[in-house]
């Protein structure tokens, strides 16, 4: 079975721009959930999708938001880039039950010059 | 929301074990996880343990869990110089099966 794919792996982008990330889940899993990983704060819990709705959400501004379509496919788009959303961004889906775990994707790596 | 600390560092040589400390603070916790993460690379689910377990073993790795002291370890046996990686623990949250709350991460290093 495959696992999490991400796509780009890595981007560059200048501040104000804005930027889309995807993430496709294992085959058969519904809940997508999104990550930042910085090294100063660690890894923060950004927003879960699952069944195309917005089941979750991080404490993060309102330039970050999500969707997640039919197939359980799931983008996350940032707008008017800040030098501080350069991060590694991860991707883990699951099947959403009580005795699920959560698997990663490699991430994409988002740099704002 | 809830806290989970780790300390940042630990080395050991080739062939000792390994321990890894995490603390976390969200009593009603259901489950509790172990990631690896890799140079470059995505987080890797090692292993985790329910709640109402003490102790979890699977090969070289045993998860102990104090619920009293919200103390949770990982222990690497017969560390090898592929475990060097960054470990996180987390705690995911009872009523809420997607949102985990993740530690800053110890950084192995293990010294040949």
């Known amino acids: 079975k495959a696992g999490v794919t991400q796509t780009p792996r890595y981007l560059i982008k200048t501040r104000g721009q804005q930027v889309t990330l995807s993430c496709s889940p294992i085959?058969?899993?519904?809940?997508v959930s999104w990550y930042q990983q910085t090294p100063g704060q660690g890894l923060q819990f950004l927003f879960e999708?699952?069944?195309?709705?917005?089941?979750n959400k991080g404490n993060f501004p309102g330039r970050f938001s999500g969707r997640q379509f039919s197939n359980s496919r799931s983008e996350m788009n940032v707008s008017t880039l800040e030098l501080g959303d350069s991060a590694l961004y991860l991707c883990?889906?699951?099947?959403?039950?009580?005795?699920?775990?959560?698997?990663f994707g490699p991430g994409t790596r988002l740099t704002v010059l | 929301g809830e806290d989970v600390e780790q300390s940042l560092f630990l080395s050991v040589r080739e062939g000792d074990s390994s321990v890894i400390n995490c603390t976390y603070t969200?009593?009603?916790?259901?489950?509790l996880y172990w990631y690896k993460q890799e140079p470059g690379a995505g987080l890797q689910l090692l292993t985790y343990?329910?709640?109402?377990?003490d102790m979890k073993q699977d090969q070289r790795l045993t998860v102990l869990l104090n619920k009293k002291d919200k103390h949770l370890s990982l222990r690497i046996a017969d560390t090898q110089t592929g475990d060097s990686a960054i470990y996180f623990c987390?705690?995911?949250?009872?009523?809420?099966?997607?949102?985990?709350?993740f530690g800053s991460g110890t950084k192995l290093n293990v010294k040949p």
């Open positions: 883990a889906s699951s099947l959403r039950q009580r005795l699920d775990t959560q698997y």
């Open positions: 085959s058969g899993h519904r809940s």
């Open positions: 999708y699952f069944s195309e709705t917005q089941r």
């Open positions: 969200d009593s009603s916790s259901t489950y």
């Open positions: 343990i329910f709640s109402n377990m």
């Open positions: 987390a705690e995911r949250e009872r009523d809420n099966f997607n949102k985990f709350y």
